[in-house]
């Protein structure tokens, strides 16, 4: 069988992350490298967006909005993002990038293949594909799906039954369809989106709109819920179709659609790690459990794990649990229990509170101070009450 250093089974974006920064350390040279996915990653499949000062990948930045909408049914306010601006990133235009400096270096290579199984076997680990094995010193697994199991490696990869079943972490699902219209009026503002449009009915759910215009004519529309339970696609698109007759549009072509349904929880994913294999990306609980954003999340694990990767070997030590952790515990506490609250909460913070301080902190960058400035606009009752439930 083969041997590498390193295999990834799986290749989403928090496997092409690692790998990137894997080489722009250039630490890992003389590493053998495989990544393996029935996904060959050559079609534009999902957007990602993110607010960042640092030009995060801003080669392949497809449109910056300086200002964003929060609205809710009682009111409408304009954010000013400057330091920040808010980045949207086509999928296909990131797997092309990574696969282009991949390309570039003899010692990582790319199997178009599924994975069947992987285990750790004392001081190695072994990958099965349906075609082939393989062997290994370290496994990197961003895997996270029901029919992915194996009784010789229940500890490490993670079955999502075993996260939906258990009760101790709440679950949430941000779940959602877009569609990519052109319309003949002109109703959008090109250099503004809109983050959250509570104004839409709640239905008994945290519910809203997410509005990314390209230009006047042009925008991408989400129908977005952060909830357990997924909605018919019937009743995502009827509310997409209100609100574009809403905004004063009469007719309009649908350019593309989208679809997609991300898993917020506070699960301690960790846990599952040995010495040989770590779970990254969804599998090993890499997305911002109280938004679902994905992107920037990735961006920080992934280097922070190619620095853990230059002197440390084992996996079980990677992860630190910190504040963050514990402030989105609380809030998928509520929403779990109360999930009609969502855009109470969430309207609470932007208001009146800074946009700079509110981005900062759901970027998990803030101080206790600024944490404070945040969590006081928040229901004072409703995390009270949630810490109490935690503690005792």
Same mark, same amino acid.
């Given at each position: 069988?083969?041997?590498?250093?390193?295999?990834?089974?799986?290749?989403?974006?928090?496997?092409?992350?690692?790998?990137?920064?894997?080489?722009?350390?250039?630490?890992?040279?003389?590493?053998?490298?495989?990544?393996?996915?029935?996904?060959?990653?050559?079609?534009?499949?999902?957007?990602?967006?993110?607010?960042?000062?640092?030009?995060l990948?801003?080669?392949?930045? +497809?449109?910056?909005?300086?200002?964003?909408?929060? $609205?809710?049914?009682?009111?409408?306010?304009?954010?000013e993002? $400057?330091?920040?601006?808010?980045?949207?990133?086509?999928?296909?235009?990131?797997?092309?990038?990574?696969?282009?400096?991949?390309?570039?270096?003899?010692?990582?290579?790319?199997?178009?293949? %599924?994975?069947?199984?992987?285990?750790?076997?004392?001081?190695?680990?072994?990958?099965?594909?349906?075609?082939?094995?393989?062997?290994?010193?370290?496994?990197?697994?961003?895997?996270?799906?029901?029919?992915?199991?194996?009784?010789?490696?229940?500890?490490?990869?993670i079955?999502?039954?075993?996260?939906?079943s258990?009760?101790?972490?709440?679950?949430?699902?941000?779940?959602?369809?877009?569609?990519?219209?052109?319309?003949?009026?002109?109703?959008?503002?090109?250099n503004? $989106?809109?983050?959250?449009?509570?104004s839409?009915?709640?239905?008994?759910?945290?519910?809203?709109?997410?509005?990314?215009?390209?230009?006047?004519?042009? $925008?991408?529309?989400e129908?977005?819920?952060?909830?357990?339970?997924?909605?018919?696609?019937?009743?995502?698109?009827?509310?997409?179709?209100?609100?574009?007759?809403?905004?004063?549009?009469?007719e309009?072509?649908?350019?593309?659609?989208?679809?997609?349904?991300?898993?917020?929880?506070?699960?301690?994913?960790?846990?599952?790690?040995? %010495?040989?294999?770590?779970?990254?990306?969804?599998?090993?609980?890499?997305?911002?459990a109280?938004?679902?954003?994905?992107?920037?999340?990735?961006?920080?694990?992934?280097?922070?794990?190619?620095?853990?990767?230059? +002197?440390?070997?084992?996996?079980?030590?990677?992860?630190?649990?910190?504040?963050?952790?514990?402030?989105?515990?609380?809030?998928?506490?509520?929403?779990?229990?109360?999930?009609?609250?969502?855009?109470?909460?969430?309207?609470?913070?932007f208001?009146?509170?800074?946009?700079?301080?509110?981005?900062?902190?759901?970027?998990?960058?803030?101080?206790?101070?600024e944490?404070?400035?945040?969590?006081?606009?928040?229901?004072?009752?409703l995390?009270?009450k949630?810490?109490f439930?935690?503690?005792?």
């Amino acid at each position: 069988m083969q041997h590498y250093h390193y295999i990834f089974t799986g290749s989403g974006l928090s496997a092409l992350m690692t790998v990137y920064e894997m080489l722009v350390s250039g630490k890992f040279d003389d590493k053998s490298i495989l990544l393996i996915d029935a996904n060959a990653k050559k079609v534009n499949d999902r957007t990602w967006c993110f607010w960042d000062e640092n030009n995060l990948f801003d080669e392949i930045v +497809s449109k910056k909005w300086n200002q964003a909408v929060f $609205a809710n049914e009682k009111f409408n306010r304009v954010l000013e993002l $400057a330091p920040y601006q808010y980045n949207k990133i086509n999928g296909l235009d990131f797997y092309e990038l990574v696969f282009k400096k991949i390309s570039e270096h003899k010692n990582i290579h790319f199997l178009n293949q %599924k994975v069947v199984d992987f285990t750790e076997l004392g001081n190695h680990c072994v990958v099965k594909t349906k075609e082939e094995s393989f062997t290994c010193n370290k496994i990197l697994n961003s895997i996270y799906t029901q029919d992915q199991r194996s009784n010789c490696m229940e500890h490490s990869r993670i079955n999502p039954e075993v996260v939906i079943s258990q009760t101790k972490f709440p679950l949430i699902q941000q779940h959602f369809i877009g569609w990519f219209i052109k319309s003949k009026e002109a109703v959008f503002s090109p250099n503004c $989106a809109t983050f959250m449009d509570f104004s839409v009915e709640q239905k008994g759910n945290t519910r809203f709109m997410y509005v990314l215009p390209t230009s006047s004519t042009e $925008a991408l529309l989400e129908y977005t819920l952060f909830s357990k339970d997924l909605l018919l696609k019937e009743e995502y698109e009827l509310e997409i179709q209100k609100y574009i007759q809403n905004l004063g549009i009469t007719e309009y072509e649908i350019i593309e659609k989208e679809q997609g349904n991300i898993p917020m929880t506070c699960y301690p994913f960790w846990k599952h790690n040995t %010495k040989n294999i770590i779970n990254i990306g969804s599998a090993g609980g890499w997305t911002k459990a109280s938004t679902g954003y994905t992107f920037k999340n990735a961006s920080k694990k992934s280097k922070a794990l190619v620095q853990f990767l230059k +002197s440390e070997t084992d996996f079980t030590k990677f992860h630190k649990k910190d504040k963050f952790w514990f402030y989105d515990l609380l809030l998928l506490d509520i929403l779990s229990s109360k999930n009609e609250l969502g855009s109470k909460i969430f309207s609470s913070m932007f208001k009146k509170g800074s946009s700079t301080v509110i981005f900062k902190f759901l970027d998990e960058e803030t101080s206790i101070w600024e944490d404070l400035q945040v969590i006081w606009k928040c229901p004072k009752i409703l995390f009270i009450k949630a810490l109490f439930g935690r503690i005792f």
